[in-house]
């Protein structure tokens, strides 16, 4: 059975730090593209970041360039995202997805976790 959990969210304080997870069972994500997207009330969802299992390269939007990094590659069979310098704008619903390669569409990503609540407040 495929499956995505994703946990390490919640209240965090402007300025601070969170470490969420993206961890597979039933598939190796190394042989798949792992997107981190987060969902606000009354937005999109939208792609934050993408680790590429066949190589390991990163992607950011540019909403989190220089503040949030994300990893994979462990024997964990885990993808991680580390979130540094956290604003109120950050607060959503982070959910992790998988499909062939970063490039496909945020359509193309799938077999979607239940997700992880971030909030971001003082």
């Known amino acids: 059975h495929v499956q995505l959990a994703e946990s390490g969210g919640g209240l965090v304080q402007p300025g601070g730090s969170l470490r969420l997870s993206c961890a597979a069972s039933g598939f190796t994500l190394d042989y798949y593209a792992t997107g981190w997207f987060r969902q606000a009330p009354g937005k999109e969802r939208e792609r934050v970041s993408c680790?590429?299992?066949?190589?390991?390269?990163?992607y950011y939007a540019d909403s989190v360039k220089g503040r949030f990094t994300i990893s994979g590659g462990s024997a964990k069979n885990t993808v991680y995202l580390q979130m540094n310098y956290l604003k109120p704008e950050d607060t959503a619903v982070y959910y992790c997805?998988?499909?062939?390669?970063?490039?496909?569409?945020?359509?193309?990503?799938?077999?979607w976790g239940q997700g992880t609540q971030v909030t971001v407040s003082s």
């Open positions: 680790f590429e299992g066949s190589d390991g390269r990163t």
């Open positions: 997805g998988t499909s062939w390669a970063c490039s496909d569409g945020d359509g193309d990503f799938g077999s």
